[in-house]
């Protein structure tokens, strides 16, 4: 019996958020970005094994690792500036 074993990673936009970039110099919004391991089997995703975080600035494209903090930065209720 053959069994086909491999790796896979998904990378999903979880939302944007708005950081000074490190490259621009001012603040800018930028995607975060989750990246889900996951153990396949024949394929098929079976076994989550961690995942990391990054965020890219939309501006320059520089893209810088992230922490599960970034989720709760989601998480969190926006002040939106309202208008313009
Ligand atoms: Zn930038």
Redesign the pocket.
């Known amino acids: 019996m053959l069994f086909l074993f491999g790796l896979r990673s998904k990378a999903k936009v979880i939302g944007q958020l708005e950081r000074t ?1 490190s ?2 110099a001012k603040p ?1 919004v930028q995607s975060a970005i989750e990246t889900q391991r996951w153990f396949t089997v024949f394929f098929i995703p079976l076994i989550p094994i961690g995942g990391s975080y990054a965020i890219r ?1 939309n ?2 494209g ?1 893209t810088v690792k992230g922490s599960p903090e970034i989720k709760k930065q989601l998480a969190a209720p926006k002040a939106m500036a309202a208008g313009a």
């Open positions: 970039c490259k621009c800018t600035c501006l320059c520089l």
